[in-house]
């Protein structure tokens, strides 16, 4: 899970600037389960061996790392984000078939049609409320078509104690309801809606295709 810094709902999550907190930050709130969530999200978002695969939001690199494995020597992922201390840890760890920008979801430096699939995971909240459907947008946009689409937001807990606690600790990311919202963003910006799900402990997923 992402770190918050406590902002004003229009103004977004912001960005995370240390990434070995953020690591184990990350291990913590996934209860010790986060290579498995992050296997499952790469399954769920289809890539295949040979594709061009665009993480936005990609912090540590942790997730397109286990992508460049998915598609292999013959593909190709880039990372995208918009901390400059998380691009240089994510280029440290980083195998050959990964690549790292600078950039903002909302604006992304890429070319029409660049990529077969886009994930984002976590990211949506931290952009400026007036900034998503921008970023949804622009994730259309360097999509070919027929290219696939994964997002995973924070999810609020059925149980209202346990809501109460995640509001506490994960704060913005739960207001307003992420699933509920990229419900609305996703279709609007382009996309058709293939399939919504949850994974353990706190994730919404929401799978679309260009």
Do not use: W
């Amino acid at each position: 899970m992402k770190l918050h810094h406590h902002t004003d709902h229009a103004e977004g999550a912001g960005p995370i600037l240390r990434p070995r907190l953020y690591e184990v930050v990350s291990e913590i709130g996934f209860a010790g389960r986060r290579r498995l969530v992050s296997i499952r999200l790469v399954a769920l978002s289809g890539a295949r061996r040979g594709d061009h695969v665009l993480d936005v939001g990609c912090g540590t690199g942790y997730l397109t790392r286990l992508l460049a494995r998915r598609v292999g020597p013959e593909g190709h992922v880039t990372g995208l984000d918009v901390a400059q201390p998380m691009i240089e840890h994510a280029r440290a760890r980083a195998p050959g078939t990964c690549a790292y920008v600078l950039g903002e979801g909302q604006a992304l430096p890429f070319p029409d049609a660049r990529f077969d699939v886009v994930v984002s995971c976590l990211a949506v909240h931290h952009l400026p409320a007036a900034a998503r459907g921008t970023a949804l947008r622009e994730m259309f946009r360097v999509l070919r078509p027929g290219g696939r689409l994964l997002i995973v937001e924070l999810r609020p807990p059925a149980n209202r104690l346990a809501a109460r606690l995640a509001g506490v600790v994960a704060g913005h990311a739960l207001r307003p309801s992420m699933p509920d919202l990229l419900a609305e963003l996703v279709p609007a910006a382009g996309f058709r809606v293939e399939g919504t799900g949850e994974l353990r402990p706190l994730l919404h997923y929401i799978l679309a295709v260009r």
